[in-house]
């Protein structure tokens, strides 16, 4: 099955959970996106290569 991070969050998939979840691309998933499949799944795997897409972040940087 494919699915977006959070389209997998609908209420159809509510009761459906997985073996292993995949997240392609995750450096550009936020870590509360990425939760949402891993949630679902026994074991994750994030691929992805931080020279490709920037990663977003979660913290704000401080000023100096």
């Known amino acids: 099955m494919t699915a977006t991070c959070i389209g997998i969050a609908r209420k159809e998939y509510k ?4 073996d292993l979840c995949i997240i392609d ?11 949402v499949p ?3 799944a026994k074991r994750g795997i994030l691929v992805g290569d931080p020279r ?7 913290e ?3 000023e100096e």
Do not use: G, N
């Open 15 to 18: 009761d459906v959970d997985f």
């Open 25 to 35: 691309e995750a450096s550009k998933a936020t870590v509360t996106e990425a939760l």
């Open 38 to 40: 891993i949630s679902k």
């Open 52 to 58: 490709q897409l920037p990663p977003f972040a979660d």
């Open 60 to 62: 704000v940087k401080k």
